[in-house]
Every structure is written in structure tokens, then in C-alpha cells.
């Protein structure tokens, strides 16, 4: 499985920005998808996920400001940011999670950066 992301860049506190992450490779072994951040300094940490069945979760932080969504006909999964804060600044990064007889495994898009100026 391979993830390429887009969509990030410089907004001003209180913007938007979507990123998009497309799937390819072994679709059929993804179980969840979703995105992950790390900001300078700080441990990467969970933004938000999907499960193949649209169950979502969402950091406490963001709840409210940031939709993930995901297409399976299409096999990508975007997240939508509204209300940006500088805090969110990061580099954000795309995430499957594999399940292959009966073994979990992660797989990482390259990172793309979101930078919110205040």
C-alpha cells in the first residue's frame, strides 16, 4: 500500500485547508485510514480516523473544526480543517492501518506541512 498526500500549506489563523490522501496498492488489505500530526518538538499524535465501516474518531482538540471523510470507491480519505488555529500547525501526515491475516500493520504517506499564521 502507498499514500500520497496533498493539500497542505499557509492559511491565516481562522482559514480553512483540505488535505487529501489516495490510496494505492493492496486496497483490499486497508482497514483504517485517517491522519496524524507532529508539530515542532512534539510527538506525532492522532488528528482524526475512519474505519472502513465510517466509524470516525477525533482528537479533542480538533472536534469541531476538522471532518475526515473518506471515499472507498476511490480509496482516499481527506480531511477538512476549518477555524484553524496556529497550534495546528504541523506536518501532517496520511495513515492506513493494514489488517493481513489477521496482523495489524501501519503504513505512512509522506508528511505535508500546515502552517497557520496568527
Known amino acids: 500500500v502507498q499514500l500520497q498526500a496533498c493539500g497542505g500549506g499557509l492559511v491565516q489563523a481562522g482559514g480553512s485547508l483540505r488535505l487529501s490522501c489516495a490510496a494505492s496498492g493492496d486496497i483490499a488489505s486497508i482497514n483504517s485510514m485517517g491522519w496524524y500530526r507532529q508539530a515542532p518538538g512534539k510527538q506525532r499524535e492522532l488528528v482524526a480516523i475512519?474505519?472502513?465501516?465510517?466509524?470516525?474518531n477525533y482528537a479533542d482538540s480538533v472536534k469541531g473544526r476538522y471532518t475526515i471523510s473518506r471515499d472507498n470507491a476511490k480509496n482516499t480519505v481527506d480531511l477538512q480543517m476549518n477555524s484553524l488555529k496556529p497550534e495546528d500547525t504541523a506536518v501532517y501526515y496520511c495513515y492506513a492501518q493494514r489488517l493481513r491475516f489477521g496482523l495489524r500493520s501501519s503504513v505512512w504517506g509522506q508528511g505535508t506541512l500546515v502552517t497557520v499564521s496568527s
Open positions: 475512519v474505519t472502513n465501516t465510517g466509524n470516525t
